[in-house]
C-alpha cells in the first residue's frame, strides 16, 4: 500500500505561485507514473499533469507554460510549480500515483492523496 501526503496549498493573489509537495510513504513514488489533478467545487476532478517513469511529462493545455511537474527520487516525492495562478486555478488538488500508467484518465491511477486545498483571489 503507498500512502500519498499532499502539502503546499493555500490562498495566493491571482499572477502568484505556489509549489505542491506529494510525499510518498515507499520508494515506490520514485518509479512510479505521478499525477497531479485538480477539483474544483461542482466539478469534476481533471487531469492537470503528469509524470512517467523515465520523466517524460504531460500538461492540460491550460496549464501549459504556467506549471512544472518534476519528482525529486531520492525524497520519494513529486512537485507541481504553480505560477502566474488564475482565479480559475482555484480547486482541490490531488497527487495521484501508478506502477504504469501516466495518462490522463483519473481511473488509470491506483493511488490517491488526501488533496490540499488551493485558492487563488482576483
Known amino acids: 500500500q503507498v500512502q500519498l501526503v499532499e502539502s503546499g496549498g493555500g490562498l495566493v493573489q491571482a499572477g502568484g505561485s505556489l509549489r505542491l509537495s506529494c510525499a510518498g510513504s515507499a520508494r515506490a513514488v520514485s518509479v512510479y507514473a505521478m499525477g497531479w489533478f485538480r477539483q474544483a467545487l461542482g466539478k469534476e476532478r481533471e487531469f492537470v499533469a503528469s509524470i512517467n517513469r523515465i520523466g517524460s511529462t504531460d500538461y492540460l493545455d491550460s496549464v501549459k507554460g504556467r506549471f512544472t511537474i518534476s519528482r525529486d527520487n531520492a525524497k520519494n516525492t513529486v512537485y507541481l510549480q504553480m505560477n502566474s495562478l488564475k482565479p480559475e486555478d482555484t480547486a482541490v488538488y490531488y497527487c495521484?500515483?501508478?506502477?504504469?500508467?501516466?495518462?490522463?484518465?483519473?481511473?488509470?491511477?491506483?493511488?490517491w492523496g488526501q488533496g490540499t486545498q488551493v485558492t487563488v483571489s482576483s
Open positions: 495521484a500515483a501508478d506502477p504504469f500508467y501516466s495518462g490522463r484518465s483519473r481511473t488509470g491511477y491506483l493511488y
